[in-house]
């Protein structure tokens, strides 16, 4: 069965610090890996989506990577804002979706 | 193009209650799932439709949880009679597709959270 993992859970940097998450899972037949983001009280909305056929994806300041052969997927967020302050999930497809526990991300003013 | 819609937002009910709740996928979306997600926890799959039949139902704890998607669109979730343990967000989410690449792509409503006292 996949596993999907995130560390670190928790993290907390000043505004304006780059920084990266990591998503790391057990099985590489995977169709694609896809990054949302959770606020409080909301549901999750999805921030890049990686076919497996690719190597990464950019949106704004986010850049997502992937890794299939070492079973990982980055999210650098460039320049961070308190705006940004969330948790974020990663979610691998197989046939079906398998969702990590997230990172809680913190960004102080 | 409109999101997934679902209601209600909150819900507080007694143990041993029932409740229901609704979700209407983004319009063409073949594929809708519910999930349950408890505080601190990634989402964990409860049932899986493709149009209007079951793809996966093995997490749904059969013995108190229903669901259906009769016309292919709108779907149900209920919970019946409700314990303690089922206090979470239950979330609906839908995509093109299940199994491919390009359909995969997941969209998720805004939740409807449950109290169970």
């Known amino acids: 069965k996949q596993e999907v993992t995130q560390i670190p859970a928790a993290l907390s940097v000043p505004e304006g610090e780059n920084l990266v998450l990591n998503c790391s899972f057990t099985?590489?037949?995977?169709?694609?890996l896809q990054w949302f983001r959770q606020d409080p009280g909301k549901g999750l909305t999805s921030l890049l989506l990686?076919?497996?056929?690719?190597r990464e994806q950019t949106s704004g300041r986010l850049n997502a990577s992937l890794d299939k052969s070492s079973g990982r997927s980055t999210l650098y967020i460039a320049a961070s804002q308190p705006g940004d302050s969330a948790t974020y999930l990663c979610?691998?497809?197989?046939?079906?979706?398998?969702f990590g526990t997230g990172t809680s991300l913190t960004v102080i003013p | 193009e409109a999101g997934v819609a679902q209601s209600p937002r909150y819900k507080i009910i007694e143990k041993r209650q029932s409740v229901a709740f609704w979700c209407n996928p983004i319009?063409?979306?073949?594929?809708l799932y519910w999930y349950q997600q408890i505080l601190g926890q990634g989402p964990k799959l409860l049932i899986q439709?493709?149009?209007?039949?079951?793809?996966?139902d093995s997490q749904l704890p059969k013995d108190r949880f229903s669901a259906e998607r009769l016309k292919g669109v709108d779907s149900t979730l209920k919970i019946q009679p409700a314990k303690l343990e089922d206090s979470a967000v239950y979330l609906c989410?839908?995509?093109?597709?299940?199994?491919?690449?390009?359909?995969?792509?997941?969209?998720f409503g805004e939740g409807s959270r449950l109290t169970v006292l």
């Open positions: 990686i076919q497996s056929s690719q």
């Open positions: 439709f493709q149009n209007n039949g079951v793809v996966d």
């Open positions: 989410a839908s995509s093109l597709g299940a199994g491919e690449a390009i359909a995969g792509e997941l969209f």
């Open positions: 979610a691998v497809m197989g046939n079906q979706f398998y």
């Open positions: 099985d590489s037949a995977i169709y694609n």
């Open positions: 319009s063409g979306h073949a594929t």
